[in-house]
């Protein structure tokens, strides 16, 4: 079994992670880590201490009325990117731990339209 690395936990909700196939399990948010545990098999679990995150990035629809994923790039080891039950939740329990400066939307999808053609343009 794994060990947690919190030592006190906030939020626990049902989340997926998307690496590969989606995997089912929980979210842990706790006062050292960002955990997500596999709900069936133990071997697959993601833990992220909070000095590892560099960036919470969330996919906002519908002026912040949706929230349907969300991703954490980490300094080392890429981003991952998860769903769950209660975005907005667990985004402020997050907040707690990381720098509101940290914390950014996604761009839309006429945002990476409009970028890809002022690119196109420069060059």
Known sequence: MVQSLNTKIDLTVKATAFVGFSEY??????DKAFEFYHQRDSRKYIQIPW???DYVVASVLFGGRWIPRYSIQTKQNGTF???STDPKKVLKAIRVYIDGQKMVKSLGFFDVLKRAFTRKNKN
């Not at 399990?25 to 706790?30: E, L, S």
């Open 51 to 53: 000095n590892e995150v």
């Open 81 to 83: 990117t998860f769903a």
């Open 25 to 30: 399990g929980n979210i842990m948010i706790g």
